[in-house]
């Protein structure tokens, strides 16, 4: 268990520090495709400690597991994640965002502009409260927390390069999903979102149920 809290705590602090307030200084020895480059390696570093510690560490149970909870989020996670990857979102990592005088609001960005982190971000809070075990609540927690906290990050990033058309998008959008539809700043328009993210993202969330326990050595719904 020390060490999954030991991993917990280096991808939060890879997340908070690195690509918070140490990003400008790293990125400006490395260069931007520098630090891509290193930040990734040690993302994916990151993660793999943390699902080998996670697998390795024994079976502690803080209070009842609530798989309900896993069963309502996780489809609204693939949602988020298949609709939120398409590079005309100004926030997913495949955008294009340099140059331009105004951002596109369109689809799933109306919702939130964050909906991949989102999609991490309802994954890690679904793995906190389904099993009850606490490391299941060491690795979702860390996932949770530093999706929230990536939110504000790529905010300060996005607003850096792009000063105004930046805040004319955060102005009509918001973190917070339907935030600014309930604010009155924007409308919701299912049609633009399509059926792909919803077909898609529910076929997704069946097949990871499916294959959990042999993906990750536990069914998705312990009996």
Wanted: charged share 10%; glycine share 12%; aromatic share 8%.
């Amino acid at each position: 268990m020390l060490e999954l809290a030991l991993a917990a705590l280096t991808w939060i602090a890879l997340h908070l520090l690195l690509a918070g307030p140490l990003r400008s200084p790293v990125a400006s020895r490395l260069g931007e495709n520098g630090f891509r480059g290193l930040f990734s390696v040690l993302s994916l570093a990151g993660l793999a400690w943390l699902a080998l510690a996670w697998k390795a560490a024994p079976t502690v149970h803080v209070f009842p597991g609530q798989p309900w909870v896993a069963a309502l989020l996780m489809p609204w996670a693939c949602i988020l994640l298949l609709a939120g990857g398409r590079p005309d979102n100004p926030t997913s990592v495949l955008a294009e965002v340099a140059g331009g005088s105004e951002l596109p609001v369109r689809g799933i960005t109306r919702v939130t502009r964050h909906p991949v982190l989102w999609a991490f971000a309802l994954w890690g809070l679904a793995h906190v409260l389904a099993g009850g075990a606490l490391a299941g609540m060491l690795l979702g927690g860390a996932i949770l927390l530093s999706a929230l906290r990536g939110m504000w990050n790529i905010d300060a990033k996005r607003h850096r390069a792009l000063g105004p058309a930046w805040e004319g998008f955060a102005a009509v959008t918001s973190r917070l999903p339907f935030g600014a539809i309930l604010a009155g700043r924007q409308r919701f328009v299912p049609a633009e979102i399509g059926w792909l993210p919803l077909v898609g993202g529910l076929a997704l969330c069946l097949a990871l149920a499916w294959g959990h326990e042999l993906l990750f050595g536990l069914p998705a719904f312990p009996g």
